[in-house]
């Protein structure tokens, strides 16, 4: 049997200059390098400098991800920005990246899961791709988190970072098996009961302002363990595959302790785990294809490698995407 695949042609990612440790956040709040280490593994995250948008940090990974393909953005006919921090309400930021890639063809738009933003995205795209509405997708994760952090809250600011990271796909023919490149399969969920555990308390509709990020750090912590392992699990069953067949592990950078955590249930080989987040903080939609590009550029990931992506964040939102490269 043919069937189509989506596979990776190349991939990319931007960090803003400024970099931000946690002497100078303990300088801001009361917080210190020892604590957020040892609570979260993050040691530095990067800051959009003013006037830096969402869109532009995007262009920039994708436009190296465009390079990487071998490809201009004239070969794209699909974008799907994931973001929960666009440049405006509307448009879509996905399109105001279309138009600095100065393409005027295909379509592009926004795609809101926050953490779990990039898996929704590729997911999207996949199906898109496989169904033949598009040929060749750019999906991009870019954040400026810095924006909407209350920066005297030290129970949350101390945790995200700017950036954003991208991935070209195309889809082709492919025997139907595991042993093909692409996507091999993804799952979604969400649960919106949790809304109130992590979320924004501000929004067009609601209160006409761009309002703060708010957590209840404890109950994420909480739920988040077992909300990834069903998901990885679901992906592992559906395609008969498990955590020895796996080459790597790339899961939202949120929190070291969560990753380890759900490796270990998993039975990951904490070998095979990419973890970008002590430079880079939780970079929400931007840091799978942030930590997917820096294990692509350093020579980890290689052609034909089982990678598993996974994510769990705001909504509660959380899935898994299952490639080989
Ligand atoms: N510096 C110093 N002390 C702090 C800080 C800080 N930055 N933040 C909180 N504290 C204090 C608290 O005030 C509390 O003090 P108290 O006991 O006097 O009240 C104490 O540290 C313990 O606070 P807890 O919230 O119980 O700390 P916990 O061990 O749960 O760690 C953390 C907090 C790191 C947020 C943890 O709950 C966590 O990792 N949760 C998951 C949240 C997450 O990763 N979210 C990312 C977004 S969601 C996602 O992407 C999946």
Same mark, same amino acid.
Request: glycine share 10%.
């Given at each position: 049997m043919t069937i189509k695949r989506s596979i990776v042609l190349g991939t990319g990612s931007y960090l803003p200059q400024r970099r931000l440790t946690n002497a100078e956040l303990a300088e801001m709040v009361d917080t210190s390098d020892e604590w957020i280490v040892q609570r979260t593994g993050i040691r530095a995250r990067h800051i959009a400098a003013e006037g830096e948008f969402t869109s532009d940090l995007a262009v920039k990974a994708a436009t190296r991800a465009l390079e990487a393909a071998g490809?201009?953005?004239?070969?794209?006919?699909l974008i799907i920005l994931a973001t929960? +921090? @666009?440049?405006? +309400?509307? @448009?879509?930021?996905a399109v105001t990246v279309q138009q600095k890639l100065g393409l005027t063809s295909g379509f592009a738009f926004d795609v809101h899961a926050v953490c779990s933003g990039f898996v929704y995205a590729i997911s999207t795209a996949d199906a898109y791709l496989r169904c033949g509405m598009a040929k060749r997708a750019l999906v991009i994760g870019a954040e400026t988190f810095s924006r909407i952090?209350?920066? +005297?809250?030290?129970t949350t600011c101390v945790l995200f970072g700017d950036g954003a990271g991208a991935m070209v796909l195309e889809a082709v023919e492919a025997e139907?098996?595991?042993? !093909?490149? &692409?996507?091999?399969t993804s799952h979604l969920r969400s649960d919106g009961?949790?809304?109130?555990?992590?979320?924004? !308390? &501000? &929004?067009p509709s609601s209160t006409q302002t761009v309002g703060h990020l708010r957590m209840q750090g404890k109950e994420v912590f909480r739920h988040a363990v077992s909300m990834i392992t069903d998901v990885v699990e679901d992906a592992f069953s559906a395609t008969g595959t498990d955590a020895d067949a796996l080459d790597w592990f790339i899961p939202h950078q949120a929190n070291r302790r969560i990753i380890d955590a759900s490796a270990k249930k998993l039975g990951? !080989? @904490?070998?095979?785990i990419v973890i970008t987040?002590? !430079?880079? &903080?939780n970079t929400s939609a931007a840091s799978i294809p942030l930590a997917v590009d820096a294990a692509v550029r350093d020579g980890r990931i290689k052609r034909g490698d089982l990678i598993m992506l996974e994510a769990m964040g705001g909504g509660f939102t959380w899935g898994a995407s299952l490639l080989r490269w």
């Open positions: 490809l201009t953005a004239q070969d794209i006919d929960a +921090t @666009p440049d405006n +309400t509307f @448009p879509a930021s952090l209350d920066w +005297t809250d030290r139907g098996t595991t042993a !093909d490149r &692409g996507i091999l009961n949790h809304r109130d555990k992590l979320y924004v !308390d &501000g &929004g990951i !080989d @904490p070998a095979k987040l002590e !430079d880079q &903080g």
